[in-house]
């Protein structure tokens, strides 16, 4: 890395956009990544679909505890 980087140039902002949604990466163990596999061929839907549905199950299963 340099000392000193010259930013006079720059243009503050230049890439925010507000309001825009960000997809964070979810990473999976591989038995998990099977599994989700699994129910999603069988289902006939794809893998975010799946993941989605098992996390609402438990987000009501979670909110029923409290």
């Known amino acids: 890395m340099r000392k000193e980087y010259d930013f006079s140039k720059g243009e503050r902002g230049k890439f925010y956009r507000p309001g825009m949604k960000l997809n964070i990466p979810i990473y ?24 989605n549905e098992l996390l609402k199950g438990d987000k009501k299963i979670a909110e029923a505890m409290e």
Not at 30 to 46: P, Q
Request: aromatic letters at 4%; charged letters at 40%.
């Open 28 to 51: 999976l163990d591989d038995e998990v990544s099977v599994f989700i596999e699994k129910i999603a061929s069988k289902k006939g839907i794809d893998r975010s679909s799946v993941v």
